[in-house]
Structures are given as C-alpha cells and as structure tokens.
C-alpha cells in the first residue's frame, strides 16, 4: 500500500461540474501538496497545505489533518482543467515529497 | 529564462549509449532534485542536492550518476541503461530553510532506452 493514496484514478465530467479528488496519507507530514501536471509533463505546484483551507481562482484545497485526508475541488470545471492531479506528501523531517499516483481528468465541453 | 528547465526534452539512447541529462534554475535556490515518472507508477525521488551535497540517494542503480557542479546546475548521467529506464525525468528545485519548501518542477526529459 502507498504512502500516499488518490481517488479516484480517473474522473471523467462535463464542463460546468464541481470536482473533487481525495488524497489519503499514513505518514506524518509537514505539507501537502497538490500538482498539476498537463500533457507533455510539466508539473505546476497548485497548493501546499498545513492546515485549513485555501482557495485559488476556481480551485480550492482542504486538509484534515487529524484524518489524515485531504481535498481537492475544482469549481465550475473547463476543458482546460483537464490534466493529472497530483498529491503529494512532504515528509516530516525528511526533506523529500512521497506522491500519490494522480487522478487523470478529463472535462468534456 | 525563467524558472527551472532541462535539456534535452527528448532523449532516445540504445543500451551501451553514454548519455546526460542537463537541469539549470533560475529562482535562486539551494536545493535541486531529480525524480522519475515511469508509465502507471507515481513520481519517485532518485537524488536530492542541497548546496552542492547530496543528501538523498533513493536506492538509485549506479548506471544513473548524478552531479551537481552548482546549487544552479544539476546532471544526470546516464549509461548501460535498460528499457525499464524508459521514462520521464523530471528535475525541481526549492528553497530549504525558507517559509516554504514548494518545489518548481521542470518540463522533464522523455527517455527511451532501447
């Protein structure tokens, strides 16, 4: 089993829809991190979370870290949101990201 | 340039080959990182510099030999690879002891070995 667990692996929607990928960790952490990585592979960080909440634009991320999960919802979802998501964990005390293996999304228009 | 970028975006090798993969960036950071993306696995951590040192070797077969001449440069040299090595390697950079440990990935470099 993973460290770090996503759901699910695929998402397919129609443009419009509200969007949510779930990120699951067994480790102690410092932050999560959620990536977005489009064809061609290029990965862009998106956020990196301790606690809380945070909202960019359409995106927003939540943490619950005494349930160790995490969330990410894409808000009035576009063509262009489709990409790989990625959670990845920064390891307390280590300095390295253990990732999850990504939600592929696909919105249709 | 802008960010963190790496050449050669696309590298096809055959087994015996002897090949780099070169990684620079430009935002100032200490630490650099190669990880690898094969098809269907999640991205795995293979080396972490920090300040020229290596810090991390992820249990790395020796056919994949990192270098790093510069807390801006990082390379990857490659050789004898097998086609299991076939992937995309991707390069990041962050900056340690700061408020955040956000790293800033490059575009990566798709590797074939054939």
């Known amino acids: 089993k993973n460290e770090v667990e996503q759901s699910p692996q695929n998402l397919t929607a129609q443009e419009g829809e509200f969007i949510t990928i779930n990120c699951s960790y067994s480790?102690?952490?410092?932050?999560l991190h959620w990536l977005q990585q489009h064809p061609g592979g290029g990965i862009v960080s998106l956020f990196m979370?301790?606690?809380g909440k945070k909202k960019h634009g359409r995106l927003i991320a939540t943490i619950n870290i005494q349930e160790k999960h995490s969330s990410l919802h894409i808000t009035a979802s576009h063509p262009r949101d489709s990409a790989v998501y990625i959670c990845?964990?920064?390891?307390?005390?280590?300095?390295?990201?253990?990732f999850g293996q990504g939600t592929r999304l696909t919105i249709n228009p | 340039e802008t960010g963190v970028t790496q050449t050669p975006r696309h590298l096809v090798m055959g087994m015996t080959n002897k090949k780099s993969l070169k990684c620079e960036q430009h935002?100032?950071?200490?630490?650099m990182y190669w990880y690898k993306q094969s098809a269907k696995k999640p991205l795995e951590l293979m080396f972490v510099?920090?300040?020229?040192?290596?810090?991390e070797n992820n249990s790395v077969p020796s056919r994949f030999s990192p270098e790093c001449p510069n807390s801006s440069h990082l390379f990857l040299h490659l050789h004898t690879l097998q086609p299991e090595d076939s992937a995309l390697y991707l390069c990041?950079?962050?900056?340690?002891?700061?408020?955040?440990?956000?790293?800033?990935f490059g575009p990566g470099t798709r590797l074939t070995v054939l």
């Open positions: 990041a950079s962050s900056q340690v002891g700061g408020t955040t440990d956000t790293q800033y």
């Open positions: 480790v102690g952490i410092s932050a």
């Open positions: 979370l301790s606690s």
């Open positions: 990845a964990a920064s390891i307390q005390g280590a300095q390295k990201l253990v």
């Open positions: 935002l100032g950071h200490n630490a």
């Open positions: 510099y920090n300040f020229k040192e290596q810090t």
